[in-house]
């Protein structure tokens, strides 16, 4: 089976820190993908990357910065966290090949205090 | 961007009936893959099941059907028999050759299963 690790299912944090969350994958995935989950709005895709040192922004990157270093690994910075911020982070990945299945993560609930 | 909507933002169904969950797409591509997705509550997101846009033949996976509409972009997700565990939040995704990796998500549909 598929294994998407996100290093934290909980995070509390305050305003202004820099906060890392990572996330490795077990399968050899070439599409490595971060998103944001809100009530009522759904996931919303911040980064993905399709390559190692690969990145694309998605629809809300503002605030958010990436690194992939190597392929295994994705992770999501946030330069400056803000109380807006405060959210549900699932990461997922995928074989590159179009109409492949994404496989994700337990998910990270980050609060910002 | 691509626009996948769930109009049913909670439902619910009582134990061993049948549910059914409704996505509409907009798109104006002619192949394109379209997914289920399921949430259960404080766990890990799972797929439930997949369909190919130039395929007619319907998806299926045990319980779980889906009835795709092709020409009124319509992807809704049957649910028979339904279990307490089925309880969740149910996500429709979009994705195609030219979103790139991306996919396209709904806004989800809560469902109850009640015993």
């Known amino acids: 089976d598929v294994k998407v690790t996100q290093s934290s299912r909980y995070l509390v944090k305050r305003t202004g820190e820099k906060v890392f969350l990572e996330c490795v994958q077990d399968?050899?995935?070439?599409?490595m993908f971060w998103y944001r989950q809100d009530p009522g709005l759904g996931l919303r895709l911040i980064y993905f990357?399709?390559?190692?040192?690969?990145?694309e922004k998605g629809d809300i990157p503002e605030g958010y910065s990436v690194s992939r270093e190597k392929k295994e690994r994705f992770s999501l910075i946030l330069e400056s966290a803000s109380t807006n911020q405060t959210s549900m982070y699932l990461c997922?990945?995928?074989?590159?090949?179009?109409?492949?299945?994404?496989?994700f993560g337990d998910g990270t609930r980050l609060s910002i205090l | 961007a691509q626009t996948v909507t769930q109009s049913q933002p909670e439902m619910s169904v009582q134990e061993a009936e049948t549910v059914t969950l409704s996505c509409t797409y907009d798109?104006?591509?002619?192949?394109?893959?379209l997914f289920w997705y399921k949430q259960p509550p404080s766990r890990q997101m799972i797929l439930v099941i997949r369909?190919?846009?130039?395929?007619?033949q319907n998806a299926t996976e045990n319980r779980f059907s889906v009835n795709f509409q092709k020409a009124a972009k319509s992807f809704s997700l049957k649910i028979s028999d339904s279990q307490l565990g089925d309880t969740a939040m149910y996500f429709c995704?979009?994705?195609?050759?030219?979103?790139?990796?991306?996919?396209?998500f709904g806004t989800g549909t809560s469902l109850t299963v009640i015993p």
């Open positions: 997922a990945s995928s074989f590159l090949e179009v109409g492949q299945p994404q496989h």
């Open positions: 399968m050899d995935h070439e599409n």
């Open positions: 990357s399709y390559d190692v040192k690969m990145k």
């Open positions: 995704a979009y994705h195609t050759t030219n979103t790139g990796n991306q996919f396209y």
């Open positions: 798109t104006s591509e002619s192949n394109y893959y």
């Open positions: 369909q190919e846009a130039y395929k007619q």
